[in-house]
């Protein structure tokens, strides 16, 4: 064995320096793949962004619901989905309204984020507060002009009748 001058084992001072050389090569090289790791998960992350944002066109609501509502929400009347006259009582908050829009159901498909970016949504989830109470209030409009028309026609078909009668005698 070879001992220093205070008794020390030299080759265990010499394996010990060299250990953690090792050990500091080793955390280095370690680093320096992580750190590597994460920039190709930032320029995955960036890709991504990258394609959504592509893909998404910043639209006003109404733009939005015409492009992807108006095929079966006619005019927010009943198509083949319903109207949604109603969509201020059925979902109250936005939340509610826009988990149901991501997700879809039945005939409805989802509209991810990858579709509809969160401010479109945002945007067409106020077209759809707005619009909801709006047609509401002109199927109620042509309801009352159906019923004055209806009314007129029979008034008018009462006066025909008369008139023949009178004709008669």
């Given at each position: 064995?070879?001992?220093?001058?205070k008794?020390?084992?030299?080759?265990?001072?010499?394996?010990?320096?060299?250990?953690?050389?090792?050990?500091?090569?080793?955390?280095?090289?370690?680093?320096?793949?992580?750190?590597?790791?994460?920039?190709?998960?930032?320029?995955?992350?960036?890709?991504?962004?990258?394609?959504?944002?592509?893909?998404?066109?910043?639209?006003?609501?109404?733009?939005?619901?015409i492009?992807?509502?108006?095929?079966?929400?006619?005019?927010?009347?009943?198509?083949?989905?319903?109207?949604?006259?109603?969509?201020?009582?059925?979902?109250?908050?936005?939340?509610?309204?826009?988990?149901?829009?991501?997700?879809?159901?039945?005939?409805?498909?989802p509209?991810?984020?990858?579709?509809?970016?969160?401010?479109?949504l945002?945007?067409?989830?106020?077209?759809?507060?707005?619009l909801?109470?709006?047609?509401?209030?002109?199927?109620a409009?042509?309801?009352?002009?159906?019923?004055?028309?209806?009314?007129k026609?029979?008034?008018?078909?009462?006066?025909?009748?008369?008139?023949?009668?009178?004709?008669?005698?």
């Amino acid at each position: 064995m070879l001992k220093g001058r205070k008794g020390i084992d030299i080759k265990n001072v010499v394996f010990s320096i060299y250990c953690g050389f090792a050990l500091f090569a080793i955390a280095l090289l370690n680093s320096c793949a992580m750190t590597e790791e994460m920039r190709r998960i930032q320029a995955v992350e960036a890709e991504k962004a990258r394609k959504a944002e592509g893909q998404s066109s910043n639209l006003s609501g109404e733009q939005i619901f015409i492009r992807t509502c108006n095929t079966c929400h006619v005019g927010g009347r009943k198509g083949m989905g319903p109207a949604l006259t109603e969509v201020n009582e059925h979902f109250p908050t936005d939340e509610r309204l826009k988990a149901f829009i991501r997700q879809g159901v039945g005939m409805m498909p989802p509209q991810p984020p990858e579709v509809l970016n969160d401010r479109e949504l945002n945007s067409l989830v106020i077209y759809l507060r707005e619009l909801g109470p709006r047609v509401k209030e002109e199927l109620a409009d042509e309801e009352r002009k159906a019923a004055e028309r209806a009314k007129k026609r029979a008034e008018e078909a009462e006066a025909k009748k008369k008139a023949r009668k009178a004709r008669r005698r």
